[in-house]
Structures are given as C-alpha cells and as structure tokens.
C-alpha cells in the first residue's frame, strides 16, 4: 500500500511538469574544448547578468531566474543533446552560440513553441519572422557584418573602393560560408574584386593562404573566424607585415584573446561589432558588487569589460527585457515560452531604457516586429589598440545595405518557406 | 624567371619548414610506438599540457587556482613571481618526467601483455583525462607563449632574394619566416640528439633492445620499468619543444592539442618506427599539400590541405604498408 502510495506521488508529481517558480534560462556553452577561448567569457557574462537580476532586483517581475547551463564544445551534436535535455526544465529562450547547431534547432524549437535568439550568428535569413516564426537574430546578422565592413571601407576610401581588392579568409564552416553570397553581392554593386579564402577546422596551419594574400597584395583583408583560426591569421599577418590597419574581422573575430597572442604587431586590427567594448558602463559596477565580490560570478570575474563577456551580458539583457515585455503584454510574471515568444516579438529596445539599465550608448536602439526578427542592423567599428590593450569604438552604429541584404533574405527565406510549406506566421 | 616558379619554390621551402613542425609532434608518437607498441593518441594533449605548465611555471601561476578558490573561498591566482623561460623549461621537463613515471605506475604497468588495442585505448582516456587535468591546473584562456622564439618574414632572405625575380615586379623575395627557421634547427638538433641516445648510451641501447624484443631485454636484465618511463619522459621532451614551437605560433590553446591530426599522415607515411621516418615523412606532407593548394588549391575551392595529407599517406599506405622507413610487416604462420 505504501509502495503504491509512493508510486502515485510520484506520477502526480511528473504529471505536474515542471514548477513554474523560476525564469529558466539554458545556457548552452562550451567552455571545454577547442573554442573555449571564446566560449568561456560570453557564458560568464550570460550567466552573471541573470544573477545580478537575482542578487539586485530579486529577479524579473519579482520572479527569480535560474540559469541552466550545458556544456556543448561547440559540437552541434551535443549542442543538440543539450537542447533536448533542458526544454523540460521550462526553457524560455535558447542562445545555442553556434550557427551548425542553430541551424539544426530551427525546426525543433518552432515545433516546440520555445524562441531562439541567435545574435550576430546563425541563419541570416531567420531575420524574415513572416518565415521564421520561433527564431529571432536582432539586433544584427551576419550580412549586417559583411556590409557593414564594405560599408567602413567605403568611407575609408571616399566612397569608392571601384577595382579595390578584398581577400576573404573565412572558417571553412556554416559559419565562414555566410557572407560569401553578400560580399559578392556588394563586389558587384562597389566594383570591387573579392577573392575566397578558406581556411580549414581549427585552422592551426594558414600557411598558404597568407603566402597567397602576400603574393596577390590585396587591398584589404576581410577575416570571418573564430576559435585558434582568428589568432593564427592576425599573426601570420604581422609574419608578412601585412598592414593592420587594413584588416578587418567580423564581430566573431575581435576580441582580446584573438589579438593579444601577436603582440604589439596586432596593433590597429580592427572587427565589425554590434554592441560597445569596455567596462566603462554602470552596469559592470553593479555586476562587480551584486555578483564578483559576493563570490557569485560565473567565472573568475575577471573577465568583466571583455568583448565576449559583454556580449554574452547583453544578450541576458536583451532575454531579460523581453522577459519584460512579455509580462506585461499577458499581465502574468510566471511567463511560459510561448509568452516569451511573444515578448520578443515587442521588443523595444530605446537608448533611455538602455540608460536605465547602466548601459548607456551600449547597443544600438531598435524595435522587433512580426515581420523583422533582425532588428535594424546597425553596425559599428572597434580597434585594437595593443599599448593598453583595449578594444575602443571607433565609429557610431550606423545602417547597413538593407537593399541587397533584404533582397536576399527575402529569397532565402522564400526558399526556405517553399521547402518547408510554411505560412506566413504574421497574417 | 616566371612567376610560377618563383612562387612554387616560395612554396616549397615553407612547405618543408611546414614538414619539420608536423614531424616535431610525429617523433613523439615514434618514440612511444617504436619502444612499447603503444599508439599513443595522448600525445597531441601532451604537447597542450607541456606547453601550459611552461606558461604557468613562467608566469609563476597557482596551479588548480580556481578549484582552490571555489574549494576555500579564496582569490589566489599568482605566486607574484616570474620565472625565465630557461629555468621554466627545465622545470616543466621534470613535470613530464614526473607524468612520465606516473603514467607507467598507474596505467601501463598494469596493461603489459595486453591487446594492442586495449593500449591504445587507455590512451584516449589518458587523453581525456590530461585535457580535464590541464584546464583544471591552468584554466582554459589562451595563453601567450613567449620564450624569446623570433617571429615574422625574415628581412634578410627577403632582401637577398628579391634578384631572383630579375625585375619582376610581383616578386618581392622569398617569405621564410623567422620561427619556422628556429624549430627546423631545433628539430635537427632533435634528431641527432636522440639518435646520438639511442646508438651511443647505455640507455638508449637498453632502449632500443627493449624496442627489438621485450622479453630478450628482460632476459638480460633490462629494468622494463624504467625503460618504459624514460621513453615517455623523451616523448613528454618532444611535446614540449612542439608546445612551445606551435604555442608560440597560436597562443597556447586546446585547439593545440588538435596539431596530432598533422602527425597521422606524416606517420603513416614515414611509418611508425622510424625516427628519420617522422622527419622525411613531415616533409614530404608539408610539402606535398603545400604544392598541392597551390597549383590546384584556387580550382578546388581552396582549403585541400587537411584533406590531401590523409590522401598523400593513403596512397603510400597502399604501395608501401608500413610506411617508408618502417619495419616490414612479416607474419610468421
């Protein structure tokens, strides 16, 4: 009698589903393995905000938050493990951190009814919510990137970068392959010469190619890297003197520990961004109060200010405020992922909320809708400088060529629709 | 001369400076393999491991600093001293001495007369297990190895090979860099330092009769023991020059431990016996695959290397089985 009283417990308790107690927030990282280097400061700055939330505001609309964390090593395998093993714990929001496992999620999260957020990766053309309706990548994509970086060179040549050369040395990957279709695009409509250089997991070796870019003495470098493959290339191009000053990464490509291995030659690199570098914002005091000196931070704490703990910072902030917004739109705190779906389709990101939340000038301001899960796309440039070594903005945010861009996630994404039978989720 | 000629050769001889860096990490695994038998897929992850105490030794690191802290609620990370690289170096050999020993006493003393598949297995947990070892000791940042190693072109070669191009405006001298220049010296004197060992020491001819026959050496008093872990304390050497040579390229990384991907090819090539094999076998590789993307790399769509190492090896593999300088296979019924 007793076993079967047990037994029925059990069953209730199962039946019941998860507690709704908390905003559940997975955190797939990887802070093993060949990547780590990149994975590690974004997971802590994920982490850390969700905590400071919990620490300073008693977590959002009064509900506490609880990360759950599962290490994926940048493997789409396990990152899909991960998925499949944390969506019953109630997840609101996944952030996979990889384009090979966002791309394999995209049809599982849609029939689950559970957002993903994939900020400056993943499929570009996810931006299309009419097509897209579980996946959201504002406030920038891939394309925003590679235009972006057409866009600086063009100021920096007065407009006109007609018959200029642009090598492209990209991670022979999912990822490495995004801009291609835009670069060649924007080659066409500027007349510049865009040549393709791949470089191989986990690019260890890029002897080749650098002997290819000395040979041909392009005008400018365009690098889409990410993991060892970013500090291999700045210090094969400093092996070649090639001027840093005419390098430039994707957003993937511009952090401390991609620079800091080549020394003082790094110095003048610069990435494409999406967000501000720095510590000098009032958040990361809070940070340091609530979460560091508590002994609370997901990492060592040291790591605040960093370009890849600020990233993973402000993607906490931007699930958190869509959090937000999906309170208020249902007028319930215990939101489930569908609310949350909902909340950041709302998204409303102003640079006085921004201001608010101790993070003034930090990203730019946008708004999502139905139709637009991209945002605005603007894009802004950051340097190295390798005396202080520091990262320093060194544009605004500005827009990017929606015109080509938009042509082609309309057509990406049409394919995509017809292959898939998909309705258009915003009539 | 042509361009192409001129540019093919620029290939060549970086192909062959790209040869001697994959036979630096290959000469471990032939140092393990030709003693004991054992594959030892550790080795790549022993050059990680080698290459991170270098670093933290050198910057006077608390090793296993975050496990302590979370432990004991303390924030200790540094000794607050810096060591030189020198003295750093011969510490982190007495560590892999150190692991040597201990990988004998815990893992393969208690494997001798099994399957060689069992052996090579027990490497892949060792790898695993030193991984973990290593991101818990050191953390997982990537560090920037700098042990006086010169890096960059050098200006000289450049200088005095531009007449080669006799005007041609496209060539500018040929590219060596400096770093790739030092670890082919430093290979070299590898070789000869090993095979100098190996033919003129009481142990390395100990070890070399502990290679031909293990029951032979145990028959005329050859301490196997002590055998097995002075070939992995060689090899652990061998992993630490090729930490530091390639640390010095990338940082220091786990991404390094992926640099035994560019020792396969180079050993099925050169087999896995043969010390003068790693070497020859590194720079037909190097070579081969730089060439390679070179001449048919733009109309493949680039990136052939990783590919064409395996397909180069393959194709010796099938003509030669045991590699060019291995032993032959002979199977006694």
Redesign the interface.
Known sequence: MKKTLSTLALGVAMAAGPAMADLVFPSLSYRTGPYAAGGIPFADGYADYFTLLNERDGGIGGVMTRLVECETGYNTEKGVECYESTKGEGALVYQPLSTGITYQLIPKVTADDIPMHTMGYGRTSAANGDVFSHVFNYPGNYWNGASGVVNYLLEANNGDINGKKISLVYHNSAYGKEPIRTLEELAKKHGFELSLLPVDHPGQEQKSQWLQIRRDRPDYVVMWGWGVMNQVAIQEAANIRFNMENFIGVWWSGAEHDVLSAGDKANGYKAVTFHNVGRDFPVFEDIQKYVVDTGKAAGAGDQIGNVLYNRGMYAAMLAAEAVKTAQEIHGTADITPAMMRDGMEALEITEEKMAGLGMPNFGPSFTVTCENHGGPGLVGVTQWDASSKTWSLISDFKPTDTEVIGALIAEDSGAFAAENNIESNCK | MPDSLL?GT??VL?GL??GV?YALVALGFVLIYKASGIFNYAQGVMALFAAMTLYGIMVGQVPFS?LI?AIF?THI?HFGWEIPAILAIIVTVVVMVAFAWLVQQYIFRHLVGQEPIILFMATIGLAYFL??VA?LMWG???K?L?VGLP???SFWIEENTQWLGMGNE?F?GF?L?QLDLIATVIAAVLVIALVAFSQYTKQGRAMRAVADDHQAALSVGINLNFIWVLVWSVAGFVALVAGIV?GS???V???????AL?ALPVLMLGGFTSIPGAIVGGLIIGVGE?LF??AL?PAL???T??WFAYVLALVFLVFRPQGLFGEKIIERV
């Open positions: 540019f620029e290939v970086n400076m790209a860096l975050h802290n609620g990370h991984e973990g991101d997982s940042e990537i920037a700098d890096q960059g072109g496209n500018y590219f860099d390639w390229k990338s940082g990384q786990f991404s390094l431990s992926l640099i560019k730089k993307e070179f790399g769509g680039g990136a290397e990783n």
